[in-house]
């Protein structure tokens, strides 16, 4: 049984990053594993070296350019592909890799088997979840989904916070199977030195500018923070549509001087490492592998009481969770901690041993494994 992991990105983030972990642990099990990235010929570049990844893991990986124009023939280039490498399964990431998947069974290969990992949902969607609890937004967007789930064998996805909005939608007509990420951060002992940090309290953010991520809810949370602690400083890792209208927000609360936009980093590690606490305020999270980061390199977590954050941090024991869109409650929870370094101390021993215990590679890939050998002959 040979099984294609099959993506459609244009930016390397949680579903990627999920990838370079799993793949090489699936070989190491005797999975027969391949994977298809696909993306366009503008944001390329960005793959090249992530693909380098999964060369000491032997796992045998394939760059496609596409484009909007152009699906159904790329669907048709990958077909060709998985006959010429006698593949068996499709794993798809992401929708519209999944659109692929479904337009190969349709058109090209009927016989192909198609599993689907569910990594979130529309975002504009998300950012209400935990507001709108069961209301379900017919647009083209969901008749797309749900037509694109029924044509897929069988659904996994990374969070219960995430079986359960498929449910709920009724676009699953049963709660879908979940396997937690996992993640190895390797040569935690080369991110003691320091980069950035000076003597003076540092917070962090790490995540896409945009609304689902709550960055403007820290930022209404500085004023208070700035005024027990004037020479505070907030990194804030990332990019995306809202970084212009954030640094506007920072502007007008006469805040800029204690914020640094570092925009993206390969690896936030060294910079979440030197921080004091790491700040995540996001209105939902599908399931966000930046907070068991966080665990493993032991920095205290302040971030929002909402699905799937609530599913990954205990809250008051591996981190600390604040009433959503509160930036009041916020700034006053990463006082404390400030204040408290013993109560910092016992939530990072706490979040470093579920790290170690749960979200780590190991435990994921053998679930998966598990899971391949059960709904598939091997």
């Known amino acids: 049984m040979k099984i294609l992991h099959l993506i459609y990105s244009l930016q390397v983030a949680g579903a990627e990053k999920y990838l370079v972990d799993l793949l090489p642990g699936l070989k190491q099990q005797g999975i027969d594993v391949e994977l298809i990235c696909v993306t366009t010929k503008h944001d390329q570049h960005k793959f090249i070296s992530y693909l380098q990844n999964f060369e000491l893991g032997k796992v045998k990986t394939t760059l496609f350019i596409s484009n909007k124009y152009n699906l159904l ?59 709108h609890k069961g209301e379900i937004v017919h647009d083209l967007y969901y008749y797309l989904s749900r037509f694109v789930n ?83 400083r907030l990194l804030i890792i990332g990019e995306g549509s809202l970084k212009e209208p954030l640094k506007r927000l920072a502007n007008k609360l006469k805040i800029s001087k204690n914020i640094k936009f570092l925009g993206f980093k390969d690896s936030p590690y060294p910079f979440i490492a030197e921080s004091d606490i790491i700040v995540l305020p996001s209105l939902f999270e599908p399931f966000g592998i930046v907070y068991i980061e966080a665990f493993a390199l032991r920095i205290p977590v ?34 404390f901690l400030l204040q408290n370094p013993e109560e910092k101390e ?33």
């Open 346 to 378: 016992r939530l990072v021993k706490n979040a470093y041993e579920t790290y170690l215990g749960h979200f780590n590679t190991d435990r994921m890939v053998k679930e998966t494994a598990d899971w391949y050998k059960n709904i598939l002959s091997f």
């Open 150 to 232: 029924r044509n897929i064998h069988v659904h996994v996805t990374i969070s219960k916070a995430m079986a359960e909005l498929y449910y709920q939608l009724k676009l699953s007509r049963e709660r879908i199977k979940y396997i937690h990420h996992g993640i190895q951060v390797k040569g935690l002992q080369n991110y003691s030195k320091s980069l950035t940090k000076v003597d003076k309290p540092q917070l962090i953010i790490v995540g896409r500018i945009e609304e689902m991520k709550g960055h403007r809810y820290l930022l209404e949370a500085m004023p208070t923070l700035i005024k027990s602690y004037p020479s505070l």
């Open 73 to 131: 023939s790329t669907a048709k280039r990958i077909s060709k592909y998985i006959k010429d490498n006698r593949i068996d399964c499709i794993h798809s990431h992401l929708f519209k890799a999944d659109i692929f998947a479904v337009l190969i069974r349709r058109f090209y290969n009927k016989e192909i088997f198609l599993i689907s990992t569910k990594h979130g949902y529309r975002e504009k969607y998300l950012t209400r979840f935990h507001v």
């Open 302 to 335: 302040v971030a929002f009481d909402v699905a799937a954050t609530n599913e990954i941090i205990d809250n008051n024991s591996t981190g600390i969770l604040v009433e959503a869109k509160n930036s009041i409650a916020l700034a006053e929870k990463i006082i």
